[in-house]
């Protein structure tokens, strides 16, 4: 029975925060309230001006604290960088490395949300609610996607101390059901500490039409063919330190700069990938052999560490057929120049930092990835949530489907959501076992991490090989700045903090570890870490396979374990299992005891929306009117079209040869539109680019006031269900189509639905060239209705 292990798991009560103000921290950490104002007498001012008294601000931070700026980059591997012997050149990380030190036994969840959480706080992942992605939160107080205002981000507390606090790129932490226009936004990123957020609020969006914010406000970027978001990012945090330099110059900063590379859709210039042209010919075996040797040769690993096998279950590249090799080649160099224009865009923030005399007082953390590089590309796709909605597919549809919108120079382009294939990801986190989303090996969890402080921290080569999590981060911080962890914040009695600060190996690289035990779980895979030695379990969920066997049956009851002696075996290659089995025992026992101190119960909730896509978070309305004002609603808010039985009714009026969108949810990689095309109606869904299904009037729409329809219906409940969906003015039929299969879960992570245009990426190929492709007449209302 799936679950078996289980112990019992409340409901989540979320605590909001009814403070808008708190005091500096004392000495002792705790949250002191403001003294009293003295009252007195102000007199009216003058024409000339009266002069007031000012109060100066209390300054509660030790003299000289550093400037702290993290970098954080997306389902980048262990294997990956070239500053670490890997094939993709990162200059930026290598800067920061060649100027501080770096860390090659520092880990991570295997996945986004829960890294960032753990990031952010300071404390497990699942202690702060947050045991899988947002989008697939659930009713278990560790899995609520909901971070406790019991356990305040880096951001808060700094805040407090008198920092100034920005945050760029991805955040990945907000309840995926409060991403809308009308909030709320008390667990936004300016809910959570930062004084100035730019970016995207979802796990991913398109990097060249990105679905943006600024704090709270939707920004739509220009239609550009120039823009980039990484670029952007990299722009926004100059003029944000060069406004800081303005107006706070006494204040130091906490920067967060998490942009969306190299996390899907793998997206950038032709040129960037062309730099890797044929430099991956020889496949995703042969270059996992070529980053192992390189790793030894630079002293990054240990020289007895042994080179792991793949997995069984996943394709070697010799058997990849000659006429599929071109299609996997490219989407790897995509990669490849993606990650290596991200690292350079990072740089230009760096330069900044130099410009304005502030880099040697500012401390840096470049971690190389928020988990270990993806499979969730599975055999190669054109629409990466094909995996995440469990679509089969073949290679032979994901070419052919290419080859109508450019074939391979349109990977990386506005026209894909291209992820590459999981071999290519495994090869990325040499020499370890298996991918992101898997936390039993060290391929999942294990991310290249460096550290630079000039001002402090003298440039050693050395790696840091001391066992460290992302959940220590910010203790280190603490630390460093001189700082008490505060134990209440504005109101809220502060959660234990999980992480042990590093700062003990700043200066001394073979300092004894001083954590002793971490443990590690995601999606039923789970391991943990206790003086040196690994016990750890794989789960049921096989990232790299379309459907898991077996997924809906799982008893983790069952499930075999591993023990690893990492004193000896830095990759995991020598499995003690057999021979230790004691041993083993007490560490099963001691991850047990770890799961119930952080809510980890039920182990496997993560998975339960994938074998269950019915309790997706969503809304509880089952009618709505909206307008033309209704825009960038997430589509986790919206009504379940594509996905459920509906009626939708449009009251519009145009004229003649009218053109542009009435409706649209999602975006090219995926969705449905519907819209008139010089006075035709068309309706078209985008079944994430392999499958289009169009129903198209055969007449004109003549120009006046009309009553359009689209009536849609599904045969039965069943994932992927076909469905009728008939088209009527007037309340006559004028066309109709059936989907032979739909789309279970989402579209796309942060497309929305729009009334009367399409922003983000278009769902239809008919109007890329014309995006927006703003309605040109008036839309009175649209009635939705679910059936």
């Not at 039993?440 to 440039?459: D, L, Q, V």
């Amino acid at each position: 029975m799936l679950f078996r292990s289980i112990a019992a798991g409340a409901f989540a009560s979320v605590l909001l925060a009814t403070s808008a103000f708190a005091a500096p921290p004392g000495a002792d950490g705790t949250v002191l309230p403001f003294p009293p104002v003295p009252s007195a007498s102000v007199a009216a001012p003058t024409l000339q001006g009266s002069r007031h008294q000012r109060r100066e601000q209390a300054n509660h931070l030790p003299a000289g604290a550093p400037n702290i700026l993290i970098i954080l980059l997306d389902d980048v591997g262990f294997g990956l960088p070239g500053t670490y012997g890997g094939d993709i050149r990162t200059p930026t990380l290598s800067r920061i490395a060649n100027t501080g030190v770096s860390y090659n036994t520092f880990h991570t969840t295997a996945i986004c949300s829960p890294t960032r959480a753990a990031l952010l706080t300071g404390r497990n992942h699942q202690r702060v609610g947050s045991g899988t992605i947002a989008e697939r939160a659930v009713d278990w107080d560790g899995y609520v996607g909901v971070i406790p205002k019991t356990s305040a981000t880096v951001a808060e507390t700094l805040r407090h101390y008198g920092y100034k606090t920005s945050a760029f790129g991805k955040w990945h932490n907000t309840p995926a059901d409060q991403t809308t226009a009308m909030g709320p936004f008390d667990r936004w990123p300016t809910g959570h500490g930062f004084d100035y957020f730019y970016g995207f609020v979802a796990g991913e969006t398109s990097q060249w039409e990105p679905r943006l914010f600024e704090n709270t406000t939707p920004v739509e970027p220009p239609h550009d063919e120039k823009y980039h978001l990484s670029e952007d990012l990299a722009d926004k945090a100059v003029t944000w330190l060069r406004r800081h330099r303005s107006y706070s110059p006494d204040k130091p900063f906490l920067m967060y700069w998490a942009p969306g590379a190299g996390h899907g859709p793998h997206q950038i210039f032709k040129e960037w990938a062309d730099k890797y042209k044929g430099q991956f010919d020889d496949g995703w075996d042969a270059m996992r052999e070529r980053i192992f040797k390189r790793q030894k040769e630079l002293g990054w690993i240990p020289a007895d560490t042994k080179l792991t096998a793949r997995p069984e279950s996943m394709a070697s590249w010799e058997s990849i057929p000659a006429n599929q090799r071109a299609f996997q080649l490219r989407l790897m160099e995509v990669f490849a120049g993606f990650v290596e224009h991200v690292d350079v865009q990072a740089g230009k923030v760096i330069d900044e930092l130099e410009r304005l005399g502030e880099r040697d007082n500012t401390l840096i953390f470049y971690i190389f990835g928020d988990n270990g590089s993806s499979a969730e590309g599975q055999n190669g796709s054109i629409s990466e949530l094909l995996a995440q909605n469990q679509i089969p597919n073949t290679v032979e549809q994901q070419i052919e489907a290419l080859n109508k919108i450019g074939g391979l120079d349109a990977l990386g382009s506005p026209k894909t959501d291209n992820m590459y294939h999981a071999g290519w990801a495994w090869a990325g986190n040499a020499p370890f076992k298996y991918t992101k989303l898997i936390a039993s090996h060290f391929g999942g969890t294990r991310n290249p991490m460096a550290i630079s402080w000039p001002k402090k921290i003298k440039a050693d080569k050395t790696p840091r090989g001391q066992f460290h999590h992302v959940n220590d981060i910010v203790p280190t911080i603490y630390e460093t700045v001189g700082i008490t962890t505060p134990k209440v914040v504005d109101g809220f009695v502060q959660d234990p903090i999980d992480g042990v600060s590093l700062a003990y190996t700043f200066n001394d690289a073979k300092a004894a570890g001083q954590k002793t035990t971490q443990y590690f779980d995601n999606n039923g895979s789970r391991g943990v870490y206790r003086d040196g030695w690994f016990a750890s379990t794989f789960g049921p969920l096989t990232p790299w396979l379309t459907v898991s066997p077996g997924l809906a049956t799982w008893d983790s009851a069952k499930d075999v374990w591993e023990l690893y002696d990492l004193s000896k075996d830095f990759s995991q290659a020598n499995d003690l299992a057999a021979t230790d089995a004691q041993h083993l025992a007490r560490l099963k026992e001691v991850f047990q005891g770890e799961a119930r101190e952080n809510k980890a119960f039920p182990i496997g909730a993560g998975i339960w929306l994938r074998i269950h896509p019915e309790d997706r978070l969503k809304t509880p309305y089952t009618r709505w009117v909206f307008d033309q004002t209704t825009t960038r609603m997430p589509e986790f808010t919206a009504p379940g079209l594509g996905r459920e039985s509906s009626h939708v009714a449009i009251d519009a009026e145009f004229g003649d040869n009218a053109s542009g969108v009435l409706y649209a949810m999602g975006g090219a990689s995926g969705g449905l539109s519907l819209f008139m095309d010089s006075g035709q109606l068309v309706f078209e869904y985008n079944m994430m680019i392999i499958e289009r299904y169009t129903a198209r009037s055969a007449q004109k729409i003549p120009g006046g006031r009309h009553a359009i329809e689209v009536e849609t219906t599904f045969m039965d409940k069943r994932p992927l269900s076909p469905a009728i969906v008939v088209l009527k003015v007037d309340g006559v039929e004028v066309a109709r189509t059936t989907v032979q299969r739909t789309v279970p879960a989402a579209f796309t992570a942060s497309e929305t639905l729009d009334v009367g245009v399409d922003l983000g990426s278009p769902v239809s190929l008919v109007y890329f060239d014309r995006r927006p492709f703003r309605f040109g007449g008036k839309i009175g209302k649209v009635e939705v209705r679910l059936k």
